[in-house]
């Protein structure tokens, strides 16, 4: 728990958390863009900027670092997160297909004119690929270090291409609250990383 | 056109052009030979053939251009250009999105329509020649700011 104790850094540390998560989304839900276009490319574009948001708390509730969600508890809503996500996948693919069979077409078969495509899919491909290996976990009776390289490896991915994706696109999201939610999930997720894969690593040495 | 993929390779061709024209000793004006445009990635997405011709689609934002013959650039007279993007009736799929315009004796078209929004991800329109006579060419103009209120796009026509 790197933040401190007490209740008043725990409410702080809620409120950053789900205000990072919901003013991007709120500005987003405020955008005038909403107005000229149909149900299903909406509902694929929030099921994106979820994804996105869903980013920020995932990594907390594996190190166990969101007040409350300590220990096995925070790992648990680490993987119903996860189970979340690629619901958000689904829907934000599935909208857009709908919306536009040929330019989602285009996106998946990597042949999009736009440059933030391929990451969107790269993305989707290792949330995909992650779930499947959480799904073999018992079954494929890999090492812990071995799981622990492939997992953070494929999450590193997911972040990454996630936010090259988001920030290039010119859409509903208002620019500064976008960029600002891009740079939290990245920070967190290199700490997340750095303190459950390297310090506490060495630290067991 | 505007993509950093179009950016880069029209920016090569046009450099390599010039300097070719150069050490030859012609000036890069008259050894401008109107190679043929390449119809652009996702250009022909949500085409839907046959936009009625139309005095307008709306207000406020022009989308404009000339038609030329490849070889010796000559303007083209007549050639009808399909026009559509997503604007502020709709998207791309809205019927009312979809017009046709003819170029005048200089080879220049123009269609006013309603503002086109970021599509997908990106500000763009949507242009289609494909009547026959020449090779068929879609094209996808991306606008360097979603406030623009104007987009422009040229055909090089090479025979069918």
């Given amino acids: 728990m790197p933040f401190g104790k007490g209740r008043g850094r725990a409410v702080l540390i809620w409120l950053a958390v789900l205000g990072l998560m919901i003013v991007p989304a709120a500005l987003a839900a405020a955008s005038p863009f909403l107005a000229y276009r149909d149900a299903p490319y909406i509902a694929g574009g929030f099921a994106g900027i979820l994804a996105l948001a869903l980013l920020l708390p995932k990594p907390l509730m594996a190190a166990g670092w969101l007040p409350g969600l300590e220990g096995p508890r925070g790992r648990r809503w680490h993987r119903w997160v996860g189970a979340l996500l690629v619901a958000c996948v689904v829907v934000h693919v599935g909208g857009l297909f709908v919306a536009s069979p040929p330019d989602t077409l285009d996106a998946l078969l990597l042949v999009s004119p736009t440059p933030f495509s391929v990451y969107g899919v790269t993305a989707m491909w290792a949330v995909l690929l992650t779930a499947l290996l959480v799904a073999l976990r018992r079954r494929l009776g890999l090492r812990p270090v071995v799981w622990n390289v492939l997992h953070n490896a494929l999450a590193l991915v997911v972040v990454v291409a996630t936010v090259v994706h988001a920030v290039q696109i010119q859409g509903a999201m208002e620019i500064v609250s976008k960029w600002v939610l891009c740079l939290a999930v990245i920070a967190v997720s290199v700490a997340v990383l750095f303190d459950l894969r390297i310090r506490k690593a060495l630290r067991r040495r | ?160």
Avoid: C
């Fill in chain 2, 1 to 160: 056109m505007h993509s950093p993929f179009y950016n880069r390779r029209s920016f090569l061709i046009s450099g390599a052009a010039a300097a070719a024209a150069a050490s030859s000793g012609i000036t890069p004006a008259l050894a401008q030979s109107w190679t043929p445009t390449a119809t652009m990635r996702g250009g022909s997405n949500n085409y839907a053939p046959g936009a009625p011709l139309v005095d307008r689609l709306g207000r406020g934002f022009w989308v404009s251009g000339t038609v030329r013959r490849a070889g010796d650039g000559a303007p083209l007279k007549n050639v009808r250009i399909q026009i559509w993007a997503a604007t502020t009736l709709g998207g791309e799929r809205e019927p009312r999105n979809h017009g046709s315009v003819l170029t005048g004796p200089d080879g220049r078209y123009e269609l006013e329509m309603e503002q086109i929004v970021p599509n997908f991800g990106q500000p763009h329109a949507h242009l289609a020649y494909d009547d026959g006579t020449f090779r068929t060419v879609f094209l996808r103009p991306v606008m360097s700011s979603a406030r623009d209120t104007s987009v422009q796009a040229d055909f090089v026509l090479a025979p069918a």
